[in-house]
């Protein structure tokens, strides 16, 4: 990871105000990763700062909705297939909560742009791992630092991150 692209993915996707997260949480400031993923150069650079954080696997799963476009670029980064994770299984259809391919006995890394309490996350992971993921590792664009890595680690879950809030923060005055 480099300040340079802390900087710019700050730059691109600080908001400041009042914010309710996922969580419940209500902030003064979010990470409006949309901005950075629908910047085609940005979101490459990111993605390729994830593939160093990457251990080895069969899989890569990528996290509705933010989690999809990181994952894609990561597969055409690293070769790997990719499956969707939705955060409810369709009604309709074949009634998957995840698209793409066969988890069953596979090492499964999951992908997720923002990570705040990882609330989303270990529901996915759950579910995957009920289908059969092997799973031990999730890998996101942006680690808030508030409280995700402890949660996924109380469920066996390593969380590694591209960029931390201190990352982007401190990129400010670098």
Same mark, same amino acid.
Do not use: K
């Given at each position: 990871m480099t300040t340079s692209l802390a900087r710019r993915v700050y730059e691109t996707c600080h908001l400041a105000g009042s914010f309710r997260l996922r969580s419940g949480q209500v902030s003064a400031e979010y990470f409006d990763k949309y901005l950075f993923e629908g910047q085609p150069g940005l979101l490459r650079e990111v993605a390729e700062a994830m593939v160093e954080e990457l251990p080895e696997c069969d899989v890569l799963a990528g996290?509705?909705? #933010?989690g999809i476009p990181i994952a894609t670029v990561l597969s055409q980064l690293t070769g790997l297939p990719t499956?969707? !994770?939705r955060k409810q299984a369709k009604e309709y259809g074949t009634g998957k909560a995840a698209e793409g391919g066969p988890v069953d006995g596979r090492? !499964? !890394?999951v992908i997720e742009d923002v990570v705040t309490t990882g609330g989303a996350l270990l529901a996915s992971c759950r579910q995957l791992r009920a289908g059969g993921a092997l799973i031990d590792t999730v890998v996101c664009a942006i680690d808030r630092?508030? #409280?995700g890595r402890e949660n996924l680690a109380a469920e066996g879950l390593r969380l590694r991150a591209a960029?931390?809030?201190?990352d982007l923060e401190s990129s400010l005055s670098a």
């Open positions: 996290m509705e909705m #933010g499956i969707f !994770v090492r !499964v !890394v630092e508030q #409280g960029l931390s809030r201190r």
